[in-house]
């Protein structure tokens, strides 16, 4: 009876493993379909942005042309990020005729794009370029953006041909229009 009983023990236990292994597997599966090409934005969506790892996003905030480029790194979860993001929208707003670009890096979760980003860039009205960064790796990207920047949002670039300068700090409206008019007025 004792030899029933393991024997039984022993067959329950061999068909969890495998249907765990199997779910696993499957689950693996997956998760690869789900995966995106690195530089690719994801597929078409009803998304107001597009979605880029960092070499995808790279060029963009490298540009050389003749304009002044705004690049804030920002979270719909960061309240410093979101209580400064109507400085950056007035700067676009205003100075856009002036040669000036704005883009808005997200740094949400993918899992919140639909639930949280998308409505909350819906419901501010924003204008400016949004993208959102999906990289897991911050330690090959974090430093590529700036050697000194801890990682801390809201994080800011602004630059215009070689002349950069990157802010790991939350803007008043003044601040921001007082860095943005020292490139402004270096280029005039």
Known sequence: MKYLSLIVVILLMSCKNETSSQAIEESNQNSLVDQVEPNMAQPETNRPF??????????????????????NFWATWCAPCVKE???????????????????????????????????????????????????????????????NWSGAIPATIIYMGDKRQFYEKSFTQDELETELLKFLSADR
């Open 50 to 71: 597009e979605v880029y790892d960092y070499d995808g996003l790279e060029p963009l905030i490298n540009k050389e042309d003749d304009k002044v480029h705004v690049v």
């Open 85 to 147: 993001l109507p400085y950056f929208e007035a700067v676009n707003e205003t100075y856009k005729a002036k040669g000036v670009e704005v883009l808005l890096v997200s740094l949400d979760f993918p899992k919140d794009y639909d639930t949280k980003l998308t409505p909350f860039l819906e419901k501010k009205s924003i204008t400016s370029k949004v993208v959102a960064l999906d990289d897991t790796d911050q330690n090959r990207w974090i430093p590529a953006i700036d050697e």
